[in-house]
């Protein structure tokens, strides 16, 4: 009937959301990566998340119509459904706020494809022979610098604004998800929003503490 269509439709859906969450979980360890960061990577990054983005809609579209609140005896192949879901918003919620740390602690010049780090902080210079050269390498007058330096800021500081708006777009659909679940399937502690089952979770850890060897 209409329940395993909708089941149907919310697992293909899910499926690729889950693809490309770790598609982007890849490609946000990336970031600061001298080998490998470049102006494409974090174009990719910023297609992916929007890609992402689209998906958890699509997601959100597909799953709510197949529970609600009165429902208490749900098959377990939608609970399934709805537990996968929250996890793939969790984690691409966690990558989000993780590439906004990494993007402000390593710039990267557009035009130059040339790597930042943020002064002050720590980095390592082993790898010779990287392909994204470091700013200082690179010859430049110290007002150039300074203005490459300034609109690499402001590209960083836009595309860092983007994805915390994102970030708090998937939140409240994290939200209204948990707030729409059958009171079973809810986390038990409210303050907790990016963890799931984390009463279970103390549970477990407690038990392996436990274990006699």
């Known amino acids: 009937g209409r329940r ?9 859906v899910l499926q690729e959301l889950n693809v490309q969450v770790a598609v982007f979980r890849d490609l946000v360890i990336s970031i600061g990566n ?8 974090r174009r990719a990054i910023r297609s992916v998340r929007c890609l992402c983005k689209d998906l958890v809609r699509k997601s959100h ?14 098959q377990p192949s939608i609970c399934r459904l709805h537990i996968l879901f929250y996890g793939c918003l969790e984690m691409f919620i966690t990558e989000m706020l993780k590439s906004t740390f990494l993007m402000e602690s390593f710039q990267l010049r557009k035009s130059e494809q040339i790597m930042c780090p943020v002064p002050g902080l720590p980095y390592d210079r082993e790898e010779e022979n990287s392909q994204v050269p ?8 110290s007002s150039s610098q300074e203005l490459n330096m300034s609109s690499s800021h402001l590209d960083t500081t836009s595309e860092i604004e983007s994805t915390e708006s994102d970030i708090q777009e998937m939140r409240y659909l994290l939200r209204k998800l948990r707030d729409s679940m059958p009171q079973h399937l809810r986390i038990q502690d409210e303050d907790d929003i990016l963890t799931i089952y984390p009463k279970i979770r103390k549970k477990r850890k407690c038990a392996l503490c436990c274990v006699k060897k």
């Open 134 to 141: 470091f700013l200082e390498d690179v010859t430049c007058s």
């Open 34 to 41: 001298f080998s490998y960061d470049s102006l494409s990577v």
């Open 4 to 12: 395993e269509r909708g089941e149907c439709v919310g697992g293909k």
């Open 61 to 74: 579209c597909a799953t709510s119509p197949l529970y609600s609140l009165e429902d208490e005896d749900l």
